[in-house]
């Protein structure tokens, strides 16, 4: 039997209200595609769009994140970042890497947002849900 070679990658997106509270999770897995982001875009926005007058956090897990596969996946990237800087109250990144670590801290100094970076989910939720 032929040895199949799985390439997994992809974001998975989950989104609940509590509230007057959104709670929008990113999982980023594998390498990153231009497909990928063309899938988790629409509903990220859609989201956004029926939150209005809410407090929406965010939570972004890097914890399997690979890279990107195409220049063209880093500008999606890129593109939806910018274009949604100040649209969460909350941001928590989870990740494994000290570049992560330093571009989480930066990305703090462009948004309104209470931004933090975190190598453990459960504090990252913690932290998140405080006050809530």
Same mark, same amino acid.
């Given at each position: 039997m032929a040895k199949?070679?799985?390439?997994?990658?992809?974001?998975?997106?989950?989104?609940?209200?509590?509230?007057?509270?959104?709670?929008?999770?990113?999982?980023?897995?594998?390498?990153?595609?231009?497909?990928?982001?063309?899938?988790?875009?629409?509903?990220?926005?859609? *989201?956004?769009?029926? *939150?209005?007058?809410?407090?929406?956090?965010?939570?972004?897990?890097?914890? *399997?994140?690979?890279?990107?596969?195409?220049?063209? *996946?880093i500008i999606d990237d890129a593109k939806f970042g910018f274009k949604h800087i100040n649209d969460f109250d909350k941001l928590a990144v989870v990740g494994k890497k000290k570049w992560e670590e330093i571009a989480t801290?930066?990305?703090?100094?462009?948004t309104k947002a209470k931004v933090k970076f975190f190598k453990d989910r459960a504090k990252a939720l913690a932290w998140l849900l405080k006050d809530a």
């Open positions: 199949v070679t799985v390439k997994e990658h992809g974001m998975g997106v989950s989104i609940r209200r509590e509230g007057k509270r959104v709670f929008i999770e990113i999982d980023m897995i594998g390498k990153l595609t231009h497909e990928d982001y063309m899938v988790m875009i629409p509903m990220v926005e859609k *989201a956004l769009k029926e *939150a209005k007058g809410l407090e929406v956090d965010l939570l972004v897990d890097m914890s *399997a994140f690979k890279g990107w596969d195409e220049l063209k *996946a801290k930066t990305w703090s100094l462009f």
